[in-house]
């Protein structure tokens, strides 16, 4: 079952668009980020489902939803 995501003219399945949104302006809040405020800064959040979308493998950065569940070491835990 597909659909079209409103404005974008693109057929996606799940919600999930069978091309890459790279470009911060094609980014879909909700689906691909959200926001979130530390201390007064406004951080965009990634979702699993965009990293997965984007990335082949895992970067180890640590990222909070990795697809991956790679978990990354603190100095001490070495």
Do not use: A
């Amino acid at each position: 079952m597909s659909n079209t995501l409103k404005g974008l003219g693109k057929k996606c399945i799940f919600n999930m668009c069978d091309w890459k949104r790279l470009r911060v302006d094609e980014l879909i809040e909700g689906v691909d980020f959200y926001w979130e405020e530390i201390e007064g800064v406004k951080l965009r959040v990634f979702t699993k489902e965009y990293l997965q979308m984007i990335r082949p493998k895992c970067c180890q950065s640590g990222c909070r939803h990795c697809p991956w569940d790679y978990k990354k070491q603190n100095r001490n835990e070495r």
